[in-house]
T-cell receptor, first 116, second 117 residues
Framework: GAGVSQSPSNKVTEKGKDVELRCDPI?????LYWYRQSLGQGLEFLIY????????KSGLPSDRFSAERTGGSVSTLTIQRTQQEDSAVYLC??????????????FGNGTRLTVT | AQSVTQLGSHVSVSEGALVLLRCNYS??????LFWYVQYPNQGLQLLLK??????LVKGINGFEAEFKKSETSFHLTKPSAHMSDAAEYFC???????????????FGQGTILTVHP
């Protein structure tokens, strides 16, 4: 597609349920990033994937958060046993590669997660 | 470790007035610096970036920023504000450690710009 696509755009879930958020990066982009935007914490890096390399998970806030990227394209961010503090906008971004310093980081419009 | 501080969570200017949004950074290695804009209910859009070339960087929509190493600053300016500039602006830094973490950004808390007639 023309840009980074995220789905769903909005998700409301009950505390304790698991959720999956999807990101479809720009075609051909090998680097994929997840960020979280919340009122209390601002914009935070969560995880990134570069090709077939092991992902950099250094920003994941707890072991309830995980992400995978199958086939080097679509990525899924999974939050298990959701808590109210997980409520945030989850943003996905992609680059042609993780070393593409001359390319802008392309962001999707995000998934707004509300945990009730 | 790196960090970004944006001075002023809210800035209000009149249409036609100078826009100045402040950003200071901390980085143990030469940084890459960025300004992003976020319009309501939209994703982040890159305004401009500094990647160790010219210290005065020009971006889209008439914005520019100057990298000042001695002051560890990267303030965003625009000579004349338009109503359409109303949005939230984020300054961000990347260390690009090892040449493979260019997209791993540390963001400031954001500055909401209001433009009034």
């Amino acid at each position: 597609g023309a840009g980074v696509s995220q789905s769903p755009s909005n998700k409301v879930t009950e505390k304790g349920k698991d959720v999956e958020l999807r990101c479809d990066p720009i075609s051909g982009h090998t680097a994929l990033y997840w960020y979280r935007q919340s009122l209390g914490q601002g914009l935070e890096f969560l995880i990134y994937f570069q090709g077939n390399s092991a992902p950099d998970k250094s920003g994941l806030p707890s072991d309830r958060f995980s992400a995978e990227r199958t086939g080097g394209s679509v990525s899924t961010l999974t939050i298990q046993r959701t808590q109210q503090e997980d409520s945030a906008v989850y943003l996905c971004a992609s680059l042609p590669s993780a070393s593409s310093y001359n390319s802008p980081l392309h962001f999707g419009n995000g998934t707004r997660l509300t945990v009730t | 470790a790196q960090s970004v501080t944006q001075l002023g969570s809210h800035v209000s200017v009149s249409e036609g007035a100078l826009v100045l949004l402040r950003c200071n950074y901390s980085s143990s290695v030469p940084p890459y610096l960025f300004w992003y804009v976020q319009y309501p209910n939209q994703g982040l859009q890159l305004l401009l970036k500094y990647t160790s070339a010219a210290t005065l960087v020009k971006g889209i929509n008439g914005f520019e920023a100057e990298f000042k190493k001695s002051e560890t600053s990267f303030h965003l300016t625009k000579p004349s504000a338009h109503m359409s500039d109303a949005a939230e602006y984020f300054c961000a830094v990347s260390s690009n450690a090892g040449g493979t973490s260019y997209g791993k950004l540390t963001f400031g808390q954001g500055t909401i710009l209001t433009v009034h007639p």
